[in-house]
């Protein structure tokens, strides 16, 4: 089945659109990486690490849904969290085929000292919108996200 093709004026705004998403986005990320420079973590190493401190130890899988990651990636992530004595590794009781992620004692000293000024960095990008923009902002983006995956 072939789609319908967009006329000159509606692929001029959805690539203009979808440069300006871009760009905030990649703002976005820049300015949550400043914030974690002193912890030496990547954004995806702290993904992982807040993901489990706050939502408790997960799968691997669960855990790549979470943060919008790959399994491939996940694994060389958690490796190397691993290596840094931050998090570990090990069988879910109920099904020993399935590796959880658990945090060591200094992953969560870590993740308690260096969310709160993360998430008043975060705070601190987001605040030149006003509290309805940041609404309707996530709404927007929640749209954009939910949509089906197109094959192309």
Known sequence: MTRPQPNRAQERLALSTYVKLMRAANSARNHASRSLSGA????????V?????????????DIARKVLTTGGNLTMVVGNLEKLGLARRQS?????????????????????????????????F??????????????LCRKLGKQPKVSV
């Open 40 to 47: 030496n973590l990547t954004l995806t190493q702290f993904a």
């Open 49 to 61: 690490l807040e993901a489990v401190y706050h939502l408790g130890p997960m799968s691997l899988s």
């Open 92 to 124: 879910c009781p109920e099904d020993k085929r399935v590796l959880i992620v658990v945090l060591t004692a200094k992953g969560k000293t870590l993740l308690r000292d260096i969310f709160p000024r993360h998430a008043a960095s975060i705070v601190e």
């Open 126 to 139: 987001l605040n030149v919108l006003g509290p309805e923009e940041q609404e309707r902002l996530g709404d």
